[in-house]
């Protein structure tokens, strides 16, 4: 019997976060769908304007696609309630078809004549509870609730398949691992946005408190004025903390004039700073992937990360590790990075090669080789 797969594609119309992962896992399924599978978007519209503008922008930049089946639905809190209660979706399904629906935000189904799958990217919450507000229990409840309303849980990390197990007690074999892959910009880097200038460091991620961004500062404010290196910061994402709450961290470790906190950027400008970056770091407490790891990896930008969560499965490199709680030994590891060729060029081949191993054109493959495995 033909499946039909249902995605939640509101993450289509909107960028990072999980767009970054939905995006083009969504494209290269519509790439690759096969004659036993049919593919059907659903955009949750309700009556926000800036989601019905944002949905009429994707619908012209994809007009020429015929692979996409498109469902437009009901406002959000209605189809809660519906889901809630075992009513799944107000739409006809494709006659003589097994039906899928794959959830991608906090809001999913009822299985029950459809079978329902739910991409959960991590449980960092309840790893590091201390850095997230509301309550850890509650939290629980909710994440295990949901999942008991699946058949199947897509997530994208072996460490985020053991948390799944470990955390909230799912069923291993209903648990599949399907991997983020790389995305290469369509459009060559421009010359360097800081031509002239000191290298710099970047960092690209949210300025919160859980990706130990002021561990990461106070960790170069040691290459700087311990180890006597003359180098520079970019911090690129959105900010949770406030702007006065890093000058004042700045000042105190003696950082002015050497961080650089750019906001949310396009595309094509975080990818400008990654290119010409000297190196990459990520020292979050907890991450359930870690996905510029990977982005500077492929462009051959050593990288510096924690030893935390998913974040040595990407490139399995224990040199390339970081402790994010010993910040006297991340700054020698660092500073004797930057100051070796012999250790950049090293970890730039390793990053390259192990990049190699994540394209998103495979783990749609392994999607759908999975669906069609349901029984």
Known sequence: MQKQLIIDALPLIFEGGISNYVKPLVQSLLTQTATNLQLALLFRLSFDRVRSQLYKKYLHKERSNKNIHLITHWPDRLLDKLWGRGCFLPVSLSRGTDSVFMATTEMVPKKGHVKVGWIVYDLTPLRIPQYFAGNRNDYYIKMKTLAQRTDFIVTISNNSKKDLIELISYPEDRIYVI????????EPSPASPRAGQRPYVYYLGSLALNKNVDGMLRVFSACVNRHGLDIEMVLTGKDFCGQSFWDQLIRELNLEGRVHITGWIPDQERENYLNHAKMLWQFSWYEGFGLPVLEAASRGIPALYSNRGSLPEILDNPEQEIDPANEKEAAERAAQ??????????WKRIGLERSLRFSWDTSARRLMQHLEDLP
Request: proline share 11%; aromatic share 6%; hydrophobic share 35%.
């Open 179 to 186: 991997y983020p892959g790389v995305t290469l910009p369509k």
């Open 337 to 346: 990075a930057l100051r070796s060729q012999g250790i950049l060029e090293r």
